[in-house]
């Protein structure tokens, strides 16, 4: 493979590490998911009949509680907090349909573990686990420009679906909550639920542009949309406050993502390095259907450092988004609330000040001994 084609598919890993994968970095995105387009942008940069299959690793511990932008440190310091730790794996299979339409299906599997005071009665801080195959995505995407001809450069457009695969009422014991304090299976809450129990709908955009021989711009961004309002799935807030009546029931909400930087081929071989921004989302009011149940709207802004190490065939990759910034804005049960009541209300969220995703990829050709490479760059 020659020097220009593996600048061109680090980039395309760069551009789509994790691609988007969204999981806010906390309790406020409310499931594990990544948009239709893969693990890595390189699986799209196959000749017609070539394969590429996948795995992306993703894990954080969430911790720190904030209402709005304002952190509650307290929360730590008083042993308060809600931890959650999560892992998630998306195993990723891409089949380039022509050299400019690609084909994708992710199946994802998570285990999740949430420990927390608060829901076992205030008494005793104990542990609720969620394991499982989490909402599988599929999804079609199609360059704009012609590859052969448009090599340092190109956007491509994809649409997709999520399945409700992953089970959204999984349940788990919680302490000194049943009568006379009780032990009593619950379900988990929504943000360690492996799915979300709605059909959605998918749209992803990445671009890339090489800038000089050794140095690349990338962007990429997705939006889920949720048209089903809510799942009906209990989250027994109603029994913490009287006023927490409107938070019974689980919504469903969208979620988006936007990242963007710059990706370096290092004097190392097969070795680059890149920066970006990546902000994550999920809305108070969701793009289509309704907006009613509990959730936990927020965004978080991201420093995102990475690296990759490929060959011809196997690319390597690790990025650690670092969180800048973290908002908890105020929800619509939290406005309904504070109107009914009088009194302001914006609930917490907790968040993690990192990410981790590690992803490994592999391409098969459908004769290694006569396919060429998808265009040629000399």
Not at 108 to 132: A, D, K, Q, W
Request: net charge negative; proline share 6%; with cysteine.
């Amino acid at each position: 493979m020659n020097t220009h084609y593996k600048s061109i598919l680090t980039l395309m890993l760069f551009a789509s590490l994790s691609t988007l994968q969204l999981r806010g970095q906390g309790c406020v995105a409310i499931r594990h998911f990544s948009s239709c387009g893969g693990n890595n942008l390189s699986s799209n940069l196959l000749s017609a009949g070539e394969w590429q299959i996948g795995m992306n690793y993703r894990y954080f511990k969430s911790f720190r509680h904030f209402r709005g932008t304002h952190e509650e440190p307290d929360r730590v310091s008083n042993e308060t907090e809600v931890i959650n730790h999560a892992h998630a794996w998306d195993f990723s299979v891409n089949y380039s349909l022509s050299n400019r339409m690609y084909a994708t299906a992710i199946l994802p599997f998570v285990v999740n573990t949430r420990s927390s005071l608060y829901e076992h009665g205030r008494e005793e801080r104990n542990t609720t686990f969620s394991r499982g195959l989490a909402d599988v995505r599929l999804g079609l995407g199609y360059w704009l420009f012609d590859p052969a001809r448009s090599p340092k450069g190109n956007l491509a457009l994809g649409l997709g679906v999520k399945l409700p695969t992953g089970d959204y009422n999984a349940t788990d014991i919680f302490y000194n909550v049943g009568p006379e304090g009780t032990p009593q299976v619950r379900p988990v809450d929504q943000s360690i639920q492996p799915g979300d129990g709605g059909f959605g709908l998918t749209v992803d955009l990445q671009f890339f542009q090489q800038l000089s021989p050794t140095l690349f711009a990338y962007a990429g961004a997705f939006y889920l949309a949720n048209p089903r309002e809510t799942n009906g799935v209990r989250t027994f807030r109603e029994t913490l406050s009287p006023i927490l009546q409107n938070e019974s029931i689980m919504s469903v909400p969208d979620q988006y993502g936007l990242r963007g930087g710059f990706s370096y081929n290092t004097p190392v071989p097969a070795l680059s390095v890149s920066i970006g921004a990546r902000y994550e989302a999920v809305p108070v009011e969701d793009l289509i259907g309704g907006s009613g149940g509990f959730r936990r709207p927020g965004e978080v802004l991201s420093l995102e450092p990475g690296l990759t190490l490929m060959n011809s065939r196997t690319t390597l990759s690790l990025s650690v988004p670092v969180a800048m910034l973290r908002n908890r804005p105020q929800s619509l049960t939290d406005l309904e609330t504070e109107q009914a009541t009088g009194q302001p209300r914006n609930g917490d969220a907790a968040f993690a000040d990192y990410l981790i995703n590690f992803s490994v990829a592999y391409r098969i050709a459908p004769d290694d001994a006569k396919a060429p490479a998808p265009f040629n760059l000399d």
